[in-house]
Each structure stands twice: as C-alpha cells, then as structure tokens.
C-alpha cells in the first residue's frame, strides 16, 4: 500500500528538465536536480519516484506540447499541464532559475492553487495544428500580394483588382516591368512562392556583381561585399 503523495514539479525545456518534489507534509520543496528531456530519462524517474509513492506531476503549457503528459499518464500517473498566467507570483519576485520554478510549481501544486488546462488528444493537436498551418499559409499569402502590389506601385501600375497576382496581371503591364532584367528578377521573386525562392540567393548575388562592374550602382556600392567583389 502506498504510504504518502509526493507532488512533483516539472520545469521543462528543450534538451533539460529541472524538478522538485515537495511531500505531502508542509515542508519546503527539495530541488531534484536536471535531467535530460528524453522519453527514457523521464521513464526511469518516474519508476524511481514511484516505488511506494503515489506520485503527481505538473508542468506549464509552453511551446514543448504535451509529450511529456502523455508519457507520463501512459505509465499510469498523474499529470496536470497548468496555464503559466494563472500561476500566483510574489510581488517583486523577480529572480527566475529553472530550479526556483520547479519548486514554486510543486509547492502550489500541493497547495492547490494552479489551474489544470485540457491537452488535447494526438488526433486532436494534428487537426489543430492543420488550422495553423493555413493561417501561416493564408498570412504568407497576404504579405506576397501587399509586395506584389507596392511593386507594381512602384513602376506607376495600380493594380485595383481583388486579389493581385501574377498570372492576373495586363500583359502590357507585364512587359513594361520586366523589359530590365532587375526588374525582371525582382517580379519574379515576389510573385513566386517561398519554396522557389530558396534557390534565388545566388543568381541574386551574380546579378548585384554585374550591376556593380557595369556602374549601375554608386560607388559605395561596389565596394560593398553584397555585390560579390
């Protein structure tokens, strides 16, 4: 029979974890030292804490997800991922360690006063992350249109169209942007998705080094190392 509740608190980070444990008594939290962020590490911790204990975890909700939650509630204990802004702070408590956070976690956790939030399931984050990644694509999409149309403003061409892109672009338009390889070059580069833009960088510095040997640039630009001499 289990004979005392040991609440432990998790500091998580990318590589380390840094905890505490604080007993069921009121005595101080006692740091446990770090440990490294790997799903055999933290296997072996719990079964160590666990002998004869009944044991519960908490960590915050930060950018490392809920892996470490689901590893250890598949072992069979507890874990509660708490909101960061619900966490009651001391007025003035400024010093901030990994250690000082582990132990600030498993005192309130003992105590009762951190707020639990849901985690969601692996099925459930996929979708969530899904809904991201077209609100990035949506806003990726937003910011190629605003530099596709400041440059068409640039070369006097005011494009009032809904959406402004490339292939919807007058053909007389076309012309008059891309009749200098510059502006060539630069049309292409904002209308284009990002994943063609990655191979640009070179043809980008070759194209700077013959506008500087030419003398298209001032003088200070040729001296420049961006222009490949």
Known sequence: MRDCIKFVGLDVHKSTIALAIAEADRLPPISYGQIENTPETITRLVKRLSKGNSVRF????????????????TLGHRCDVVAPSLIPRKAGDRIKTDRRDAQSLA?????????AVWVPDQEQEAVR????????????????????GAFLLHHGMIYTARAPGARRIPAGWRRYALNIP????????????????????????????????????????RQSRRCGE
């Open 129 to 148: 992350d899904l809904v991201r990644t077209r609100e990035d694509m949506k806003g990726i999409e937003l910011r190629v249109r605003q530099r596709l």
């Open 107 to 115: 005192r309130l956790y003992r105590a009762g006063e951190l707020t």
């Open 58 to 73: 908490c960590y915050e909700a930060g950018p490392c997800g809920h892996e470490v939650h689901r590893q250890i509630t």
């Open 182 to 221: 510059s502006s060539r070059s630069s049309f292409r580069n904002t209308s284009m998705p990002s994943s063609k833009r990655k191979r640009e960088p070179t043809g980008w510095k070759s194209r700077c080094g013959w506008s500087c040997r030419v003398g298209i640039w001032p003088r200070p630009w």
